[in-house]
């Protein structure tokens, strides 16, 4: 294995999943979706996001002395807002939904107590999923897992992934398009991205008030933001920054895990 394959629950085997499965692993669970993201870049684009994500915070966490594992990532979600672009691919709400809750009880079952949902799609439905499925599973209870899932929704931290992701026009803009040349920098069509222009539909303002589709907001070509400003050395910035929210969120969650491991260090 390479040093990343470690970090892959997919690459060990099972008595190696064995010997990791227990109260004190951090499981990481990518979540993204299949749906359009502009002329200039693949449909994975939430998944390779929410991949980079928890891959790097895995590395972060284990550099810590806690113990981290990343789940294959969920490819689907709530896409309805890219109605009408060929290759969107989405889930009803409840089958997201059950879909969370039995990995989350497969984990539990073998004895894993800890998991983050690491999430790079952002329509409102899609993540009133994952706020649900972190508020179940909350608190502590007999052979179950607790679920945290740090929002990059929120205020706290989309106010550390720059302007443009706080203005809300940032679907296949720079941010996603930066964080794709960092972390697949093959899927980009380098020269549909240099052309596009800046497209801004004050995304956010629409959807409250009841736009249904990039298409009812103006994004005709499934993208809004700025993607020919986007680099991959944001891109890694970003992708770091993003990581570092779930190292906070577990350590803030289970301040006991790097407690132990303070202690095993002296």
Request: proline share 6%; glycine share 8%; hydrophobic share 40%.
């Amino acid at each position: 294995m390479t040093g990343n394959d470690e970090l892959r629950l997919t690459r060990r085997t099972w008595p190696e999943a064995r010997a990791l499965f227990g109260p004190d692993l951090v499981a990481i669970v990518p979540v993204g979706s299949t749906e359009p993201h502009g002329p200039h870049l693949p449909l994975d684009v939430d998944v390779t996001i929410a991949d980079a994500q928890a891959m790097r915070a895995a590395e972060l966490l284990v550099e810590q002395g806690v113990s981290a594992i990343v789940l294959p990532p969920v490819n689907y979600g709530v896409t309805f807002f890219t109605d009408g672009f060929e290759g969107r691919v989405t889930l009803r709400p409840g089958t997201l939904w059950a879909v969370l809750e039995d990995l989350v009880d497969s984990l539990s079952e073998q004895g894993v107590r800890r998991v983050v949902l690491c999430n790079a799609h952002l329509e409102p439905g899609h993540i009133k999923v994952l706020r649900g499925i972190a508020k179940d599973y909350a608190e502590p209870r007999a052979e179950k897992a607790v679920v945290v899932f740090p929002d990059n929704t929120r205020r706290r931290w989309a106010g550390t992934l720059g302007a443009e992701f706080q203005s809300g026009d940032c679907h296949a803009g720079q941010y996603e398009t930066s964080i794709v040349l960092a972390a697949d920098p093959g899927g980009v069509r380098a020269e549909a991205q240099k052309s596009l222009p800046s497209v801004q539909v004050d995304l956010v303002e629409k959807m409250q008030a009841g736009a249904q589709s990039f298409r009812e907001v103006g994004a005709v070509d499934a993208y809004c933001g700025d993607p020919a400003a986007a680099t991959a050395a944001e891109g890694r910035e970003l992708i770091d920054a993003l990581a570092e929210m779930v190292c906070v969120t577990v350590r803030e969650r289970w301040p006991d895990l790097f407690e132990r491991a303070a202690e095993s260090n002296r």
